[in-house]
């Protein structure tokens, strides 16, 4: 079993940055791929980013590229999401997940799942 648990969300106004995190325990951490997804009302689960386990790797959904940093800290068991330039869309609930050994970027494809931690952004 692995257990996340999110924090580091809030509320901004668009253009300003968030960086939420994601603590694990009861495994390796180094074993799992991490990823971040988010949910908004009404709509389904969403990936944004996910890293590999040692971190050589990252990918990224369009909407995320080029704003959106993923990363992880190994001896900390911790992983990261920092989001700069949000805009009102990136509204939702943010959810860490984790799967052993590999990085992917479908919902199904992640055993473990934290809470979530809400991010709401102000036009």
């Known amino acids: 079993q692995v257990q996340l648990v999110e924090s580091g969300g809030g509320l901004v106004q668009a253009g300003n940055s968030l960086r939420p995190s994601c603590a694990a325990s009861g495994r390796t951490f180094s074993n799992y791929g991490m990823a971040w997804f988010r949910q908004a009302p009404g709509k389904d689960r969403e990936f944004v980013a996910a890293?590999?386990?040692?971190?050589?790797?990252?990918v990224y959904a369009a909407s995320a590229k080029g704003r959106f940093t993923i990363s992880r800290d190994n001896a900390k068991n911790m992983v990261f999401l920092q989001m700069n330039s949000l805009k009102p869309e990136d509204t939702a609930v943010y959810c860490c997940a984790a799967t052993p050994y590999r990085m992917k970027s479908t919902p199904s494809e992640y055993d473990y799942w934290g809470q979530g931690t809400q991010v709401t952004v102000s036009s």
């Open positions: 890293i590999s386990p040692y971190g050589r790797s990252t």
